[in-house]
């Protein structure tokens, strides 16, 4: 149990996490990922200094990281780099180069820029089939980590289930590390939430039981959505849309450090296991 690397945590001696089997960095499954609307270098290093150790990706959302100056730009990828984070900018960034005929050199900026990561989306422009398959094919010729986004930002355009898993096999199929489910900043009205933020749980299960929960990154930005996910999938659910005040609080929900999730653990007992009893609720609802 560690915190950046090598400094122990305060309680590690003393007290064991409620809910055990938590991956440490780096990891495949169990990622975090965070929204980043402009923190500054200070910010930044005090970020990765406290919960560095709870941060798999960091998204400079939507367009904002057009408005730094290379040089901040270059500074701040290559310092969360250092932390062992992917870094890349937001979807719908990646949307306006695809719209303005400018994907190459989108890429190649993106590249000398030191990003580590792309997400292709859809969200708000018009993308067919065959365009995505070319966006998602080149950003990883270029080497970066791609995942992908479905879903609509404008809950008038979403598309229904069907088209939802067919995009997500494909995404998956053409290379995408992991496919991202929209639910945008509100984490209200968009995806598998309802305009109350809750989970439509028929439209969740068609997905987890289709495809391995392992490529899925679901975006949850809101509490009850996290505590939903967690006791559903267990500690190791990816979760994103992540605000950043959010970070360790989203981190104790996963081991069992807030009475949501500790509660469920006490009930199981320590050899109880979490998923295995959400799975069984899952098919009762």
Do not use: C
């Not at 807030?258 to 009893?277: C, I, K, N, Q, V």
């Amino acid at each position: 149990m560690s915190v950046n690397g090598n400094k122990p945590r305060a309680w590690s001696d003393v007290v064991d996490f409620p809910i055990p089997g938590r991956q440490s960095k780096p990891r495949q499954v169990g990622l975090t990922m965070i929204i980043d609307k402009g923190l500054g270098l200070a910010e930044t290093r005090d970020l990765l200094e406290l919960a560095g150790d709870y941060i798999d990706f960091l998204k400079l959302s939507f367009g904002t990281s057009a408005l730094y100056s290379r040089e901040l730009l270059e500074e701040k990828i290559a310092l969360l780099r250092s932390h062992d984070l992917h870094v890349y900018p937001g979807g719908t960034f990646l949307e306006v180069a695809i719209q303005q005929d400018r994907l190459a050199g989108f890429l190649r900026r993106a590249k000398e820029l030191g990003f580590s990561a792309l997400e292709v989306s859809d969200g708000t422009i018009r993308m067919d089939a065959r365009q995505r398959e070319e966006a998602i094919k080149r950003a990883r010729d270029h080497g970066f980590l791609v995942l992908t986004e479905v879903g609509k930002k404008d809950l008038r355009e979403s598309p229904d289930l069907g088209s939802i898993l067919e995009m997500i096999g494909r995404d998956l199929a053409w290379g995408a590390f992991k496919v991202t489910l929209e639910a945008r900043e509100s984490g209200k009205g968009v995806g598998i939430f309802d305009k109350d933020g809750n989970i439509k749980w028929g439209q969740l299960e068609a997905i987890a039981t289709t495809f391995s929960p392992e490529n899925i990154l679901w975006e949850a930005p809101l509490k009850n959505q996290q505590e939903e996910l967690i006791l559903r999938f267990g500690p190791n659910v990816n979760l994103g849309n992540i605000q950043v005040v959010d970070i360790l609080s989203l981190e104790a929900l996963r081991v069992g450090l807030r009475s949501d999730t500790l509660r469920e653990a006490h009930r199981l007992g320590p050899a109880g296991e979490l998923e295995r009893s959400r799975r069984a609720l899952a098919h009762a609802r």
